[in-house]
């Protein structure tokens, strides 16, 4: 298996603009997971996914910020619109398991940069 | 603040060293998990200790867990440089169905 693809792994983009980020996670796992990480507030969790369906969206700074999974080999982060506030590491991940059971397996992060 | 905690930030140490990070919480838990994230990298899993379990070794890796304490240590014996990362810790409470992050401890080896 490939890991949890995400892409783009860099995004430029001016204030205003909408930006999509894309994950693809491990196949066969149920739990998807997105976070941000920056300097000043290290990893944060925005919202989890178990079979598709969000289950805890809690961590989503604003209604800016959106995400969906349309099947079980797909998910989307949406930021319209962007704010350079956003400038952060996006991160997807994947589990087997119920969040915090066993491994989350984490894609190489989109790097975004709001400009 | 976060749930869990580790100390220190930042250690230093020279190749062939042991290094100790130490990480600290709040809740009850289910586990605690170690990950390290290298420079520019995703995270990536090292080691997984239940509630119910006082130390666990990984190769060159040992975990204690404390949870009278609240606390739990990783220690990486015989230090390379390629182990110049950032490390996490992420406890599961027994409330939550997710884990949450620590600030981590940047570690650097010197060769």
């Known amino acids: 298996d490939a890991g949890v693809i995400q892409s783009p792994r860099h995004e430029v983009t001016e204030m205003g603009q909408e930006v999509t980020l894309r994950c693809k996670p491990i196949s066969g796992h149920d739990y998807l997971f997105w976070y941000r990480q920056t300097m000043m507030r290290g990893l944060e969790l925005l919202i989890y996914f178990n079979n598709n369906v969000p289950i805890d969206d809690s961590g989503m700074p604003e209604d800016r910020f959106s995400a969906k999974m349309p099947n079980a080999s797909f998910s989307t982060l949406k930021i319209q619109p962007s704010e350079p506030r956003d400038s952060a590491v996006y991160f997807c991940?994947?589990?087997?398991?119920?969040?915090?059971?066993?491994?989350?397996?984490f894609g190489p992060g989109t790097r975004l940069t709001v400009l | 603040s976060q749930q869990g905690e580790e100390d220190p930030q930042a250690l230093s140490i020279q190749e062939g060293e042991n290094a100790t990070m130490n990480c600290s919480y709040k809740t009850s838990i289910n586990n605690l998990q170690w990950y390290r994230q290298n420079s520019g990298r995703g995270l990536v899993h090292l080691i997984l200790?239940?509630?119910?379990?006082r130390e666990k070794h990984s190769g060159r890796l040992r975990v204690t867990l404390d949870t009278s304490k609240k606390s739990s240590s990783l220690l990486i014996t015989a230090s390379r440089a390629a182990d110049t990362a950032s490390y996490f810790c992420a406890t599961r409470d027994t409330n939550a169905g997710k884990s949450t992050f620590g600030d981590g401890t940047t570690l650097t080896v010197k060769p």
């Open positions: 991940a994947s589990s087997l398991l119920g969040a915090g059971e066993n491994e989350q397996f």
């Open positions: 200790i239940r509630s119910n379990e």
